[in-house]
């Protein structure tokens, strides 16, 4: 299992300039809850995906303090970016890699600024 992380603001694939979406990661409670870049507590289950938990039970989770989302785009593209929520709310998102998936070849990306 996993949840779902929404970025804010979006992010761009480095190597092509897609608009990523459909962030996940592992590092969190792994409930298919979704979290947003700002928000303390969790949001809903993504749509379709088991039953909710009670918001009381979602507002518990919280996440640690550096965790890492993955997703990919439509140009084959797989992109990890490390987050920071050093108190317990998703402050900031950075890319820090970038992998061709067809061949695992990793791309270099640029720091931020
Ligand atoms: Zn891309």
């Given at each position: 299992m996993f949840d779902h992380y929404v970025p804010d603001p979006a992010l761009y694939c480095p190597a092509c300039g897609d608009e990523l979406s459909g962030w996940q990661g592992k590092d969190g409670p792994c409930g298919l809850l979704v979290w947003s870049q700002g928000s303390p507590a969790a949001g809903d289950h993504?749509?379709?995906?088991?039953s909710k938990l009670s918001p009381a039970h979602r507002d518990r989770f919280r996440l640690p303090p550096v965790f890492r989302i993955y997703t990919d785009d439509e140009h084959d593209h797989w992109i990890e970016a490390q987050c920071l929520?050093?108190?317990?709310?998703?402050?900031a998102t950075e890319i820090v890699e970038v992998r061709?998936?067809?061949?695992g070849k990793v791309r270099p990306v640029r720091p931020a600024g």
């Open positions: 993504a749509e379709g995906e088991e929520a050093p108190d317990g709310v998703w402050r061709e998936i067809r061949t």
